[in-house]
């Protein structure tokens, strides 16, 4: 079984070590698309393209089934990926507000880029699952990916835009983006696969929150689909 993977960079990598955790024997290709991260500030047709191009290329390499290992583009693009290649098993990331939700948590707060917030589906995700007594704040953070992608791109001359201490600035993004922000939140969800890189990063803002991510519930969809492939 051949699996594909694609996200804007290396934010995908925590869903493919989810699914190599409860799935051995596959071939996997990984989509690093780092030159277009973040895709969360890019236009419904420009996003399509970049990902379609992607798809394009992971069924060249013979994928059987592709992840999408990016909330942006699965809630802006994967129903029409489901249109264009009806024969393709698509497998999407969307924020874990239904986990949440069904945690019991009273107060959930969900970081995702501006793309995942703005989207209808994560509007619905919200609108289905949330309950009486409970509360969702959705929190965009523009160019938080963006600055954690850094932390992770090795390039002989350095990141465009380099900057010296890339810890110390993923701290300083995260400080300006959560500034005034409770810290009693019972769950945060980590609504961009870049974000579970820095995971430690983001609990010291939270010390009394379980964080989640889709990561499981993805990992588990990609086995299911193998099973019925046999």
């Known amino acids: 079984m051949k699996i594909g993977f694609f996200d804007s960079g290396h934010g995908g990598v925590t869903i493919l070590a989810a699914v190599k955790a409860v799935l051995s024997g596959a071939e996997y290709y990984y989509i690093a698309d780092a030159k277009h ?3 969360g500030d890019k236009s419904e047709a420009e996003l399509y393209a970049i990902v379609k191009n992607n798809v394009e290329q992971l069924l060249k390499w013979g994928a059987e089934i592709i992840v999408v290992a990016c909330n942006t583009a699965t809630v802006r693009c994967i129903d029409k990926l489901r249109r264009d290649y009806p024969d393709v098993k698509f497998v999407g990331t969307e924020p874990a507000i239904r986990l949440a939700t ?6 959930i707060l969900v970081l995702a880029t501006p793309g995942t917030v703005e989207s209808e589906r994560t509007q619905l995700l919200v609108a289905e699952n949330l309950q009486p007594d409970q509360t969702i704040k959705l929190l965009a953070c523009p160019g938080l990916a963006d600055v954690i992608e ?3 791109v090795e390039n002989g001359n ?5 900057v010296d201490d890339l810890d110390g600035a993923i701290d300083a993004k995260l400080g300006e983006l ?4 409770p810290d009693e939140y019972d769950v945060v969800v980590l609504g961009c696969t870049h974000y579970p890189l820095v995971k430690e990063k983001i609990q010291r803002f939270f010390p009394s929150a379980r964080l989640v991510d889709g990561s499981t519930g993805v ?7 193998t099973i019925e492939s046999v």
């Open 178 to 181: 959560l500034s005034g922000e």
């Open 37 to 39: 991260c973040p895709y």
């Open 158 to 162: 350095g990141v465009e835009g380099k």
């Open 219 to 225: 990992a588990e969809r990609v086995k299911d689909l």
């Open 150 to 152: 850094a932390r992770y």
């Open 102 to 107: 069904k945690s019991g948590a009273r107060k």
